[in-house]
């Protein structure tokens, strides 16, 4: 069974980027979809985007983060990481990756399960 | 702009008791729709996805219903472990996902 396994918690100061990575184990990646996800402080969870790890296909982005949020894959090291940059404070929040519980394409491509433990992203000056 | 509208936004419970969360879109959907739980300081757990379908692993005692605008999530006989965040989840988007505000099941 697949298990994901985030990078520690970041300090960062406004304007600088951040990286946040989730390693994969038990499974490979291969097919399934990686999404990353937040959570502000006391907030909802909001959507940032996807990949589809060691495939052809673009990675998707939240139109909110178009710009500003980069999503790649490592094959050697079975890795997806996330990196956010123009940070703001507002960018405060726990950072989350998950798996789709499905194929990628396939009826269960759209639910996420599992997810990683998060990764508390602190932006402050 | 879609919305998913969770009600109540926090709720009040007893051991053993029925509670019932609602989750309402603000255009049909069909059953794409799922449940998530979340506890303090932890990543969301999925319960229920295709509005009914009980993820594997996860007790009986959820059920989801529901389809077009209107979802449920029912917990019958309630557990101490069920205190937490419940949050709806669109997925007919593709690849946008929407989430619900969460509903707060305390004791």
């Known amino acids: 069974q697949v298990q994901l396994v985030q990078s520690g918690a970041e300090v960062k100061k406004p304007g600088s980027s951040v990286k946040v990575s989730c390693k994969a184990s038990?499974?490979?990646?291969?097919?399934?979809?990686i999404t990353w996800l937040r959570q502000a402080p006391g907030q909802g969870l909001e959507w940032l985007g996807r990949?589809?790890?060691?495939?052809?296909?673009?990675?998707d982005y939240a139109e909110t983060f178009q710009g500003r949020v980069t999503v790649s894959a490592d094959r050697s090291t079975s890795t997806v990481n996330m990196e956010l940059s123009s940070l703001r404070p507002e960018d405060t929040a726990v950072y989350y990756c998950a798996r789709s519980k499905g194929p990628a394409d396939s009826i269960d491509d759209y639910w996420f399960d599992p997810w990683g433990q998060g990764t508390l992203v602190t932006v402050s000056s | 702009d879609f919305q998913l509208t969770q009600s109540p936004s926090s709720v009040s419970a007893s051991v053993g008791d029925r509670v019932t969360i609602t989750c309402r879109a603000s255009?049909?959907?069909?059953?794409?729709l799922a449940w998530y739980q979340q506890k303090p300081g932890k990543a969301p757990k999925l319960l229920i996805y295709?509005?009914?379908s009980l993820q594997n692993g996860v007790p009986s005692r959820f059920s989801g219903s529901g389809s077009g605008t209107n979802f449920t999530l029912t917990i019958t006989s309630l557990q101490p472990e069920d205190f937490a965040t419940y949050y709806c989840q669109r997925a007919n988007a593709f690849p946008m996902f929407t989430f619900g505000q969460g509903t707060r099941l305390e004791i």
């Open positions: 295709s509005a009914s």
């Open positions: 990949i589809v790890p060691f495939s052809d296909r673009k990675p």
């Open positions: 255009q049909g959907i069909s059953r794409w």
């Open positions: 038990g499974e490979t990646l291969n097919n399934y979809a």
